[in-house]
């Protein structure tokens, strides 16, 4: 028997604000970061297996690269259910592809949601409620329904989704989508939080297999004819796309759901403070010894090293195997150039 949803684990990403924890075979989604000892790829399969009502009807999309880590880390999941994409072509091909094979197996009447593979949510029983009432608008109504979260400050590291007209269709408030905003300035953050209208967009969707197929025919068709005559085949080929600019901006089918349960997509290092912090000074993943040194977060994989500050102030200091990193808090976005640097140093290919 089906169930209500079919949910898909995107699990291709390399999260390279986590570097040097995240390495390039080791990415973000396999590691532990909330002290919980599951990483975020097993709590987010852990966290859909009710859902799915099993292991049988739970689906991850991920890279060649990595794709023996997630059989290593998820060992009851079948082989025939894990999709291995070629190379990483972004959200778009990968969502495209994984619609077509789960409504080959389900029919196309099947409600899909997709899932990314490094959330942090704590609210199980709310997050099941709210999937509830998107599967039953996707279910009833031509609908792509996107969970927003409720802001909870003036975040600029996330997109924003403007609520437009609310519909009375299910045990939830429904809203359509008036409009997405990519990561925004901190004035146009503030002005979002305080119009009350605005959601994060946390890249979590449900609907119908036959909506956005038909959807994506109609707006990207360049992805989606060619998987549909070649299969995976054809990956290499495909333009690199999110599916938020291919599909989701562009569709008259946008819904969202406000979702108030305690959520983060773990994007860097700071938000394993926003996680951990509590009470104390500092955020200690780590065996630390300091003097004077107040809001840093310190990390070091092996328990046997010794982190050693004296007068530092809001710092990231990452101590993994043979890399150390020292960066301002501000700055962890930044992450990602200093490993365009290093990529283009064949010499230095051991760091990644």
């Not at 689906?59 to 880590?69: E, Q, R």
């Not at 592809?97 to 389900?106: D, P, Q």
């Not at 909506?211 to 690199?240: D, H, M, N, R, T």
């Not at 000074?281 to 065996?287: F, G, K, R």
């Amino acid at each position: 028997m089906t169930p209500p949803l079919i949910p898909v684990i995107l699990a291709g990403g390399k999260g390279e604000r986590f570097w040097p924890l995240s390495r390039r075979k080791r990415p973000k989604q396999f590691l532990s970061l909330d002290g919980s000892g599951d990483s975020l790829l097993q709590a987010t399969a852990k966290r859909l297996l009710s859902i799915a009502q099993g292991w049988e009807n739970l689906w991850v999309i991920t890279s060649a690269l990595v794709a023996d880590g997630v059989t290593e880390q998820l060992p009851e999941l079948p082989l025939s259910n894990l999709l291995v994409e070629p190379e990483g072509r972004d959200t778009a091909p990968a969502v495209a592809w994984a619609t077509l094979e789960v409504a080959k197996k389900y029919g196309e009447e099947t409600v899909i949601g997709f899932f990314p593979a490094d959330h942090w949510i704590a609210d199980q029983s709310a997050f099941e409620k709210i999937l509830t009432a998107a599967s039953q608008q996707a279910r009833e109504f031509p609908s792509i329904v996107t969970l927003g979260i409720t802001p909870t400050y003036p975040s600029t590291g996330y997109g924003y989704i403007q609520q437009g007209q609310q519909i009375n269709t299910s045990s939830v408030p429904v809203y359509k989508v008036s409009r997405f905003t990519e990561k925004p300035e901190r004035p146009t953050a503030e002005s979002f939080l305080a119009s009350g209208d605005y959601s994060w967009n946390s890249g979590m969707f449900i609907f119908r297999a036959s909506v956005v197929i038909s959807e994506l025919e109609k707006y990207v068709p360049e992805i989606i004819k060619p998987l549909q005559a070649q299969g995976v085949s054809i990956y290499p080929q495909l333009e690199k796309k999110s599916i938020d600019y291919a599909l989701m901006e562009k569709t008259q089918l946008a819904y969202i759901i406000p979702a108030e349960f305690p959520w983060d997509d773990l994007g860097d290092w700071n938000a394993i403070e926003r996680l951990l912090q509590g009470e104390k000074t500092n955020v200690e993943l780590a065996q630390h010894l300091g003097l004077e040194s107040e809001n840093c977060i310190f990390y070091a994989s092996d328990s046997n090293e010794l982190i050693v500050t004296i007068g530092l102030k809001d710092l990231v200091v990452v101590r993994d195997k043979n890399v150390t990193l020292i960066v301002q808090k501000e700055r962890t976005q930044d992450i990602k150039q200093v490993l365009k640097q290093i990529q283009a140093k064949p010499d230095l290919d051991s760091f990644l």
